[in-house]
T-cell receptor
């Protein structure tokens, strides 16, 4: 079984400040971790993934995430948030045991104010 | 490469009617997935194909739901006797293999009235 927790329904941040969106996971087998972003009435847009290798992963639009195996976390970060980063963010996990099937978190709404 | 295409983008139907959605994956992707996303929630896995074989079905996929991928290319998802609880965004994704991640389509938003 696999599960994902995004403990914050919403994150509010001022433009220019650092942004962090939290994600913890549970899987059997080795984890594959992903972040997606969704704008209103749109599909899911890939941001970044961790498969293996360096724990710090850099992705699109200045986002990065750090894989922490001991804490089973994969938090998404951006050093300086933009108003255009306001969207719904989903963490997702797959694993070597799950046929490529993803388990998504419930999502975190990010609101960046000018 | 035009990405994953889903048709229609929006569908409004009356309760009790049947609806069918189509997904055209990226041509070289042999894996195809269907998810359902209700308002304010993350997508939930429905079913998965490798080529034309349907390899897994979620218990969310009741008897009223059926999915096919007859030639290992496009896929259809049919919902019979729709209920208001079926109102959701239905997302399709395709992949060459799990470690490469997915490409999602823009989804079909179903509203049952």
């Amino acid at each position: 079984a696999q599960s994902v927790a995004q403990p914050e329904d919403q994150v509010n941040v001022a433009e220019g400040n650092p942004l962090t969106v939290k994600c913890t996971y549970s899987v059997s087998g080795n984890p594959y971790l992903f972040w997606y972003v969704q704008y209103p009435n749109r599909g899911l847009q890939f941001l970044l993934k961790y498969i293996t290798g360096d724990n710090l992963v850099k992705g699109s639009y200045g986002f990065e995430a750090e894989f922490n195996k001991s804490q089973t976390s994969f938090h998404l970060k951006k050093p300086s948030a933009l108003v255009s980063d306001s969207a719904l963010y989903f963490c997702a996990v797959s694993s070597t045991d799950s046929w490529g099937k993803f388990q998504f978190g419930a999502g975190t709404q990010v609101v960046v104010t000018p | 490469d035009t990405g994953v295409s889903q048709d229609p983008r929006h569908k409004i139907t009356k309760r009790g009617q049947n609806v069918t959605f189509r997904c055209d994956p990226i041509s070289e992707h042999n894996r195809l997935y269907w998810y359902r996303q209700t308002l304010g929630q993350g997508p939930e896995f429905l079913t998965y194909f490798q080529n034309e074989a349907q390899l897994e079905k979620s218990r969310l996929l009741s008897d009223r739901f059926s999915a096919e991928r007859p030639k290992g290319s496009f896929s259809t998802l049919e919902i019979q006797r729709t209920e208001q609880g079926d109102s959701a965004m239905y997302l399709c994704a395709s992949s060459t293999g799990q470690v490469r991640g997915y490409t999602f389509g823009s989804g079909t938003r179903l509203t049952v009235v």
